[in-house]
């Protein structure tokens, strides 16, 4: 399927991928298109949006990965894992008659994006990493750093909630066992630049978004070899944006600059005051960054 650069009508197209399992994709908007990876883990791609009215100017392909959204549940439910998703987005490409292209991934899905460079780093024309985990390439930050970036917020609620919350999460994975669901919850005005009806509307449905089994095997025992991702992803000639919020933990700025690092055009921006979903938090700012990248690689 070669498909057209200019549609302003939304719509829901389908393609079988590599095993058989049949996957779903939303177009909106006109221009070149953008291929969108959602984050969640393992989230349906409806929580992107339009990502602040970046369709204005782009058609975005906003995949739903499988077992989520529109996607069908696999066969095979080991294919959860994020390695076994790179041939999906491959397929994908294929499908859409594109020998290169341009692919916006966020969060979790930062992860997918840099296997799939390193495995098919001819195929990217430009990237963007949109406040990516980097677990592909075993970059973390550690809890005092995280800690240290959310006790800015401190001062005021529902901040200062979210922040023994947030400290409760982090203390519980540092002692190897699994945070209570409520402390999370709690936590999540920290994700957001702002805490306002649109942010708690938006974090409200992420529990009925996210697939919790696919989820969960995303980043399973042997999804992941970072010395050899890191090795494949000096090969990688395309430009890299990753892009962090000021006020995001995961990643804080520094470490997005590390990930940057990584490859050979790789650079960061910081938005100011923005989150983990920045285009919620100053959507006019941040599809003016995404649109000048995509352009000029700038």
């Given at each position: 399927m070669s498909i ?42 409806a929580y ?7 369709s ?7 995949l ?8 069908a ?5 080991s ?16 499908h ?9 991934a ?18 990217l024309?430009r990237?963007v ?17 995280r ?7 401190a ?9 023994a ?5 982090l203390?519980?994975l540092a ?9 999370w919850?709690?936590?999540?005005p ?9 942010a708690?509307?938006?974090?409200a ?27 494949a992803?000096?090969?990688v000639?395309a ?21 940057a ?21 100053d ?5 003016t960054?995404i ?5 000029t690689?700038?």
């Open positions: 057209s650069p200019h549609s302003a009508t939304p719509s829901t197209c389908t393609f079988t991928t590599y095993d058989g399992t049949e996957l779903a994709y939303h177009v909106q908007g006109e221009g070149e298109p953008l291929v969108c990876l959602p984050g969640g883990a393992m989230r349906a791609s992107l949006g339009d990502l602040g009215g970046l204005a100017g782009r058609r975005l392909i906003l739903d990965l499988r077992g989520t959204g529109d996607s549940i696999p066969a095979d439910r294919t959860y894992r994020v390695d076994h998703q790179v041939a999906d987005v491959e397929a994908l490409r294929m859409l008659g594109l020998e290169t292209m341009d692919v916006l966020h969060s979790a899905a930062g992860n997918l994006a840099q296997l799939y460079a390193a495995a098919h780093p001819r195929r024309r990237l990493l949109l406040t990516p985990t980097c677990w592909a390439v075993d970059l973390t930050e550690t809890p005092e750093v800690l240290a970036e959310v006790r800015r917020r001062g005021g609620e529902p901040y200062d909630t979210a922040i919350a947030y400290e409760r999460a203390a519980a002692a190897g066992t699994t945070p209570d669901d409520a402390d919850t709690a936590a999540m920290l994700a957001y630049g702002r805490w306002d009806e649109a708690r509307a938006h974090a449905l992420s529990p009925v978004q996210k697939n919790a089994e696919a989820a969960a095997a995303f980043a399973g025992a042997g999804a992941f070899d970072p010395p050899a991702t890191r090795a992803l000096r090969g000639e430009e890299v944006l990753v892009f962090a919020g000021e006020l995001d933990s995961n990643p804080g700025p520094a470490l997005a600059a590390r990930l690092a990584l490859f050979p055009r790789g650079m960061t921006t910081v938005q100011p005051a923005g989150g983990h979903f920045p285009w919620l938090d959507a006019p700012w941040f599809t960054r649109e000048r990248f995509l352009a690689g700038a």
